[in-house]
């Protein structure tokens, strides 16, 4: 009983770890101020967060009551850990202002929550885990900037997720109905989880609280017809949240929906690789045309965050329909989103070196000239631009290839030709929206380079600027050498899998062979 | 150390270690950084022509393969390099052209002069990766690289309208090769069905050949997208006379002389080796739609105002007879267009190179505004005419050899497929044609009566000075290749004879095979064969 305890609490040391340095900000906080000192305080708890994970990277697949331990929570914890740093470090500008402390202890908190939904094995704790994001970045919204477009941004943010989180519980009603159990796996096969009672006939109940789940986690990860708040709310915020929130509701959803649908639900509905792919197609689409004509840089972001989910959604379709595969569609998303998250978080942290109020860097045209006054800078902006665009040989172009190659893969091997077409359909979807999103990329790159500045920018904050320094090497490393990631990732999938009853059920084996 | 794969590798990195040293160096001035960045070229140029010196006559095997291969990695794309008889020639070329490339630009570039010479010497490192890259994955890599430092040479140091150029460049190439991305990918996963490992390496994915037959047509359009963009073939041309008006003159330079040879290449590395089936079936499409660009671009060439423009459509309308070479699918034609790569490669390039000169003293390239430049610019008036006859095809220069191959194996096809013999009258015209318009810019721009462009001599009122000694120094390898391959052309023909037999000979077997099948005539008539066999 006590052996089981410890055993849990061990392997939950990095999130208890960072909540009680988050509860220490939050307290300590009221009695201190010293921004700097707590910002540090913070950058090291980071720090000891990702040492701790990585003590435990190489553990066995085990279950703790509503954990479980394997290298896909691994993998999800680790990218947790480090863009939450990286967060921190562009947000430094909150983090010196007067409420230093309650946006530093809701990053880790929020950090924390995203560890934790990679890990849930349970539909309780998943939602914990989902709440623990959200609940945070209520607070954070707020302290980013002062004004009435933030007030608005805020409020907007704060009710729609309200309501994506009661559609997303009460899927999770219509799961544990059907069910009988909150538990998603186990170890034996024996005990009851929601994935074996899944297993049998699809049933429309399944159906319906499939799509109920989906469109609470399509929230999150802000996918068409759940996108709308995005251009708004990203607008109305400061630079360092719309980073924050293009990257860790988005974390959390595709690792919700991996965990929760593709694993937990395989038998749910036939339909689940057409509801996916459909919305990938769609996503994509939508927020890369729409990026095209925006002046707003932020705006401009946040439709291409809308269609970077798109892209992630591919792989999700992809692990759906064939969950035996070459190259996996789990592994592809966790790839992307490393990637993703690398370039996102550098670009939000350059912009906010440049300045973070009103006025200095707003539209695209305010960066005019920066190759001539700040070329670093404008050099490591490029490098993110050229990565979420996919150009090789940077770090984006190999999230692209194994996304597009998951889905070829499909189109060549599936059983069904009508899934053959679709497939088809998507990968070229795909090739061609990347070809869109770098007329947008593109654009800022130009207008950087090409173009003199009336008011040259002065950039300010150290922090900001190791966070721009720090993600930009690591694009360019992961261009280099992507294999260590891809191999975690690889092995991460290959952990979801373990399970015996994925090996007699999975929906639609195809030719395709059990991954080597 | 001088084993010829470390060689190889040591070439390739030269210039990306340069393009590295520029921004070290920037402090210094611009006087270091120009003599550092040609000496950077220099060295690569030295490390090529040991390698083309090293290269076996006869071999069709791939020649000093330098891999980096990681066999534990589930997605193991390997760092390969090699040459073989179809890269060597491009290989060189980029190191001879990125000399011209720098010379040229010597004293024209005068803002952010480290940036130019480092974006061109990371040109350079993405053209030798291109040629050598074994393995399918990197290929491409290489080949999306080479947009970058080309977006940035046009975007910054192109003419007025260079903003919008650049993007049209990016996002026409960036279109049709997502779709060769996925054609590409598409090979992999057949392959990998079929042996059940994953394999990136070009030579195993040919010799495989695993791409079912229904599956063929599919993947040859998808790999035709990015690759005719990339040549370009008529309908998807049109990005290409704005980028090379608007580029900086070496930007036009690698533009015409590389860039657009790595279309032909891929052609000739992926679609006919690895798609023979759909090769043979296409071919009558491709034929007409090279037929078609040769006369258009000639026709556009001859009627445009502007020099640069002028030799910008003569390009479409010279990599026209490239892919018309290639897609006849006989030996000969496809060693003229592999040959006729090389020498627009040299024509194009100095023609650029010497309409850059010319602007470069007048500040401007409308033809209507010269005139008798003979008299006053003898010595660029030498070499406007030798590279214009090159350009034209006259005997015993680089040009004649190339067409003429061309030509002769499409009239072989011709006869052997009678339904296409149309295509290779059409193709002579294009000749006339071509030597109509060449000729009729030297006659108006450097014969008649003498008549310079007012108001626009040189700033500060400096008197108009024939060439120096650096931009003879730009024209002078290319004037010597162009004898060299006009009258030796054996010795480059036999260094890539073997290779081009070996990729072609599935797709020739499949047309011979089609051909039978519909019950026509396979053997060329043997005066024609006779013939052919003396001329070789």
């Given at each position: 009983?006590?052996?089981?305890?410890?055993?849990?609490?061990?392997?939950?040391?990095?999130e208890?770890f960072?909540i009680?340095?988050a509860?220490i900000?939050?307290?300590?906080?009221?009695?201190?101020?010293?921004?700097r000192?707590?910002l540090?305080?913070?950058?090291?708890a980071e720090v000891v967060a990702?040492?701790?994970?990585?003590?435990?990277?190489d553990s066995?697949?085990a279950?703790?009551g509503?954990?479980?331990?394997d290298?896909f929570?691994?993998?999800v914890?680790w990218?947790?850990?480090?863009?939450?740093?990286?967060?921190?470090?562009?947000?430094a500008?909150?983090a010196k202002g007067?409420?230093s402390t309650?946006?530093?202890?809701?990053m880790?908190?929020?950090?924390?929550?995203?560890?934790?939904?990679?890990?849930?094995?349970?539909?309780?704790?998943?939602?914990l885990?989902?709440?623990?994001?959200?609940?945070?970045?209520?607070v954070?919204l707020?302290?980013g900037?002062?004004?009435r477009g933030?007030?608005?941004?805020t409020a907007k943010?704060?009710?729609?997720?309200?309501?994506?989180?009661a559609?997303?519980l009460?899927?999770?009603s219509?799961?544990?109905?059907l069910?009988?159990?909150?538990?998603?796996?186990?170890?034996d096969s024996?005990?009851a989880?929601?994935?074996?009672?899944?297993?049998?006939?699809?049933s429309?109940?399944?159906?319906?609280?499939l799509?109920?789940?989906?469109?609470?986690?399509?929230?999150?990860?802000?996918a068409?017809p759940?996108?709308?708040y995005?251009?708004?709310?990203?607008q109305?915020?400061?630079?360092s949240?719309?980073?924050?929130?293009?990257?860790?509701?988005?974390?959390?959803?595709m690792?919700a929906?991996?965990?929760?649908v593709?694993?937990?639900?395989p038998g749910a509905?036939p339909?689940?690789?057409q509801?996916?792919?459909?919305i990938?197609v769609?996503?994509?689409?939508?927020?890369?045309?729409s990026a095209?004509?925006?002046?707003?840089?932020r705006?401009m972001m946040?439709?291409?965050?809308?269609?970077?989910?798109?892209?992630?959604?591919?792989g999700?379709?992809?692990?759906?329909?064939a969950?035996?595969?070459?190259y996996g569609?789990i592994?592809?998303?966790?790839f992307?989103l490393s990637?993703?998250a690398?370039?996102?978080?550098g670009?939000?942290?350059?912009?906010?070196?440049l300045?973070d109020?009103?006025e200095s860097?707003?539209n695209?045209?305010?960066?005019?000239?920066?190759?001539?006054?700040?070329p670093l800078?404008a050099?490591?902006i490029?490098l993110?631009?050229?990565?979420?665009a996919?150009?090789?040989?940077?770090a984006?172009?190999?999230?692209?290839?194994?996304?597009?190659?998951?889905?070829?893969?499909?189109?060549?091997?599936?059983?069904?030709?009508?899934?053959r077409t679709?497939?088809l359909?998507?990968a070229?979807?795909g090739g061609i929206?990347?070809?869109?999103?770098?007329?947008?990329?593109?654009?800022?790159?130009?207008?950087?380079?090409?173009?003199?500045?009336?008011?040259?920018l002065?950039?300010?904050?150290?922090?900001q600027?190791?966070a721009v320094?720090?993600?930009?090497?690591?694009?360019?490393?992961l261009?280099?050498d992507?294999g260590?990631i891809?191999?975690?990732a690889?092995?991460?999938?290959?952990?979801?899998r373990?399970?015996?009853?994925?090996?007699?059920?999975?929906?639609?084996p195809g030719?395709?062979?059990?991954?080597? | 150390?001088?084993e010829?794969?470390?060689?190889?590798?040591?070439t390739?990195?030269v210039?990306?270690?340069?393009?590295c040293?520029?921004w070290?160096l920037?402090?210094l001035?611009?006087?270091?950084?120009?003599?550092v960045?040609?000496?950077?070229?220099?060295v690569a140029?030295v490390?090529t022509?040991?390698?083309v010196?090293?290269?076996?006559?006869n071999g069709?095997?791939?020649?000093?393969?330098?891999?980096w291969f990681?066999?534990?990695?589930?997605?193991?794309?390997?760092?390969s390099?090699?040459?073989d008889?179809?890269?060597l020639w491009?290989?060189?070329?980029?190191?001879?052209?990125?000399v011209?490339?720098i010379f040229?630009s010597?004293t024209?570039?005068?803002?952010?002069v480290?940036?130019?010479?480092?974006?061109l010497?990371?040109?350079?490192?993405?053209c030798?990766g291109?040629?050598?890259?074994q393995?399918?994955?990197?290929?491409?890599?290489?080949?999306?690289?080479?947009?970058?430092?080309?977006?940035?040479?046009?975007?910054i140091w192109?003419?007025e309208?260079?903003?919008?150029?650049?993007?049209k460049?990016?996002?026409?190439?960036l279109?049709?090769?997502m779709?060769?991305?996925?054609?590409l990918l598409?090979?992999?996963?057949?392959?990998?069905?079929?042996?059940?490992?994953?394999?990136f390496?070009i030579a195993d994915?040919?010799?495989?050949?695993?791409v079912?037959e229904q599956?063929?047509?599919?993947?040859?359009?998808a790999?035709?997208a990015?690759f005719?963009?990339?040549?370009?073939?008529?309908?998807?041309?049109t990005?290409?006379p704005?980028?090379?008006?608007?580029?900086?003159?070496?930007?036009s330079?690698?533009?015409?002389?590389?860039?657009?040879?790595i279309g032909?290449y891929?052609?000739l590395?992926?679609?006919?080796?690895?798609?023979p089936?759909?090769?043979?079936?296409?071919?009558?499409w491709?034929?007409?739609l090279?037929?078609?660009?040769?006369?258009?671009?000639?026709?556009?060439?001859l009627a445009?105002?502007?020099?640069?423009?002028?030799?910008a459509?003569s390009?479409v309308?010279?990599l026209?007879?490239c892919t018309l070479?290639?897609?006849?699918?006989?030996?000969?034609?496809?060693?003229?267009?592999?040959?006729?790569?090389?020498?627009?490669?040299?024509?194009?390039?100095?023609?650029?190179?010497?309409?850059?000169m010319?602007?470069?003293?007048?500040?401007t390239r409308?033809?209507?505004?010269?005139g008798?430049l003979?008299?006053r610019?003898p010595?660029?008036?030498?070499?406007?005419i030798?590279?214009?006859?090159?350009?034209?095809g006259?005997?015993?220069t680089?040009?004649?050899?190339g067409?003429?191959l061309?030509?002769?194996?499409?009239?072989?096809?011709?006869?052997?497929?009678?339904?296409l013999?149309?295509?290779?009258?059409?193709?002579v015209?294009?000749?006339?044609l071509?030597?109509w318009?060449?000729?009729?810019?030297?006659?108006?721009?450097?014969?008649?009566?003498?008549?310079e462009?007012t108001?626009?001599g040189h700033?500060?009122?400096?008197?108009?000075?024939?060439l120096?000694?650096?931009?003879?120094?730009?024209l002078?390898p290319l004037?010597?290749?162009?004898f060299w391959i006009?009258?030796?052309p054996?010795?480059?023909?036999?260094?890539m004879?073997?290779?081009?037999?070996r990729?072609t000979?599935?797709?020739e077997e499949?047309?011979r095979?089609?051909?039978?099948?519909n019950?026509?005539?396979?053997?060329?008539?043997q005066?024609?064969?006779?013939?052919?066999?003396?001329v070789?």
């Amino acid at each position: 009983m006590y052996d089981e305890l410890l055993k849990t609490v061990v392997t939950l040391l990095p999130e208890i770890f960072l909540i009680a340095m988050a509860t220490i900000l939050f307290v300590g906080g009221a009695f201190v101020r010293a921004p700097r000192v707590w910002l540090i305080v913070t950058v090291a708890a980071e720090v000891v967060a990702t040492y701790l994970v990585w003590q435990q990277s190489d553990s066995e697949t085990a279950i703790y009551g509503p954990i479980i331990a394997d290298q896909f929570g691994n993998v999800v914890r680790w990218l947790a850990t480090t863009t939450g740093l990286l967060l921190v470090l562009a947000g430094a500008r909150t983090a010196k202002g007067k409420l230093s402390t309650e946006f530093l202890g809701a990053m880790l908190v929020i950090t924390a929550g995203v560890m934790f939904v990679g890990r849930a094995n349970e539909l309780v704790f998943l939602f914990l885990g989902l709440e623990l994001i959200s609940i945070p970045t209520y607070v954070l919204l707020y302290l980013g900037r002062q004004g009435r477009g933030t007030a608005e941004s805020t409020a907007k943010y704060f009710f729609l997720s309200i309501l994506s989180s009661a559609v997303f519980l009460y899927g999770l009603s219509f799961v544990y109905g059907l069910a009988g159990t909150t538990t998603l796996l186990a170890m034996d096969s024996g005990t009851a989880t929601i994935q074996s009672a899944f297993m049998a006939e699809p049933s429309t109940l399944g159906g319906i609280a499939l799509v109920l789940v989906l469109a609470g986690l399509g929230f999150k990860i802000a996918a068409v017809p759940f996108h709308f708040y995005a251009p708004d709310v990203y607008q109305g915020v400061s630079h360092s949240n719309a980073a924050l929130l293009s990257i860790a509701p988005k974390l959390a959803g595709m690792v919700a929906i991996i965990r929760l649908v593709l694993i937990g639900l395989p038998g749910a509905n036939p339909m689940v690789w057409q509801l996916l792919l459909v919305i990938a197609v769609i996503t994509m689409t939508l927020g890369n045309v729409s990026a095209l004509w925006q002046t707003d840089l932020r705006r401009m972001m946040a439709y291409s965050s809308i269609a970077h989910s798109g892209y992630m959604l591919i792989g999700l379709a992809a692990a759906a329909a064939a969950p035996t595969q070459a190259y996996g569609g789990i592994a592809a998303v966790l790839f992307y989103l490393s990637v993703y998250a690398l370039a996102t978080v550098g670009f939000f942290a350059a912009l906010s070196y440049l300045g973070d109020n009103e006025e200095s860097v707003r539209n695209v045209d305010d960066l005019a000239g920066l190759a001539n006054n700040q070329p670093l800078i404008a050099a490591a902006i490029a490098l993110f631009l050229f990565s979420l665009a996919g150009i090789p040989p940077l770090a984006g172009f190999w999230g692209k290839l194994t996304l597009l190659t998951s889905s070829v893969d499909v189109a060549i091997h599936h059983t069904d030709p009508t899934a053959r077409t679709w497939f088809l359909v998507l990968a070229i979807t795909g090739g061609i929206n990347a070809a869109i999103a770098a007329a947008y990329y593109l654009r800022i790159i130009s207008i950087m380079f090409f173009r003199t500045s009336r008011t040259p920018l002065q950039g300010t904050g150290g922090w900001q600027a190791a966070a721009v320094g720090v993600s930009a090497l690591l694009v360019l490393l992961l261009g280099i050498d992507h294999g260590h990631i891809a191999d975690a990732a690889h092995e991460a999938e290959s952990s979801l899998r373990a399970f015996p009853e994925m090996e007699q059920t999975s929906l639609d084996p195809g030719e395709a062979k059990l991954p080597t | 150390m001088f084993e010829p794969e470390n060689l190889l590798l040591a070439t390739i990195l030269v210039p990306l270690v340069g393009a590295c040293l520029m921004w070290v160096l920037a402090p210094l001035g611009d006087v270091i950084v120009r003599r550092v960045a040609l000496g950077t070229t220099l060295v690569a140029l030295v490390g090529t022509w040991a390698l083309v010196a090293k290269f076996p006559k006869n071999g069709d095997q791939p020649f000093a393969v330098w891999s980096w291969f990681d066999a534990s990695r589930d997605l193991n794309v390997q760092f390969s390099l090699g040459l073989d008889g179809l890269s060597l020639w491009m290989f060189a070329l980029s190191a001879v052209l990125m000399v011209t490339s720098i010379f040229v630009s010597w004293t024209a570039i005068r803002e952010r002069v480290p940036l130019f010479y480092g974006m061109l010497l990371l040109l350079e490192f993405g053209c030798l990766g291109v040629f050598t890259a074994q393995d399918i994955i990197l290929f491409y890599v290489f080949f999306e690289f080479t947009l970058i430092p080309l977006f940035f040479l046009i975007g910054i140091w192109g003419s007025e309208d260079r903003q919008y150029a650049a993007m049209k460049f990016f996002l026409f190439t960036l279109a049709g090769s997502m779709l060769t991305f996925l054609g590409l990918l598409a090979i992999v996963l057949f392959d990998y069905s079929r042996t059940g490992s994953l394999n990136f390496s070009i030579a195993d994915l040919t010799s495989n050949q695993s791409v079912p037959e229904q599956w063929q047509v599919c993947i040859f359009v998808a790999l035709f997208a990015g690759f005719a963009i990339k040549v370009p073939l008529f309908p998807v041309h049109t990005w290409l006379p704005l980028a090379h008006v608007q580029a900086p003159t070496a930007g036009s330079v690698f533009l015409a002389g590389i860039l657009l040879k790595i279309g032909v290449y891929g052609f000739l590395r992926f679609s006919v080796p690895l798609l023979p089936n759909a090769t043979a079936q296409c071919m009558p499409w491709l034929l007409w739609l090279s037929v078609i660009g040769i006369i258009y671009g000639a026709l556009v060439a001859l009627a445009q105002s502007d020099m640069k423009k002028l030799v910008a459509y003569s390009s479409v309308s010279h990599l026209g007879y490239c892919t018309l070479g290639l897609f006849a699918l006989t030996p000969l034609a496809v060693q003229g267009s592999a040959l006729q790569m090389i020498n627009h490669g040299i024509s194009t390039g100095a023609l650029f190179a010497l309409v850059g000169m010319l602007y470069e003293r007048y500040h401007t390239r409308e033809i209507a505004q010269y005139g008798g430049l003979a008299k006053r610019l003898p010595c660029l008036t030498f070499f406007m005419i030798l590279f214009t006859f090159s350009s034209i095809g006259l005997p015993g220069t680089n040009g004649f050899t190339g067409e003429f191959l061309i030509l002769i194996g499409m009239f072989q096809r011709g006869w052997a497929t009678p339904d296409l013999l149309i295509i290779a009258i059409l193709a002579v015209s294009g000749v006339v044609l071509g030597a109509w318009y060449m000729l009729n810019l030297v006659r108006r721009v450097f014969f008649g009566p003498l008549r310079e462009p007012t108001g626009h001599g040189h700033d500060n009122g400096e008197p108009i000075t024939d060439l120096n000694v650096r931009e003879v120094a730009a024209l002078l390898p290319l004037a010597v290749l162009v004898f060299w391959i006009g009258l030796y052309p054996k010795f480059f023909l036999d260094r890539m004879a073997p290779s081009l037999n070996r990729v072609t000979f599935a797709a020739e077997e499949e047309v011979r095979h089609l051909d039978i099948q519909n019950e026509k005539q396979a053997a060329a008539p043997q005066v024609v064969t006779e013939s052919l066999a003396r001329v070789r």
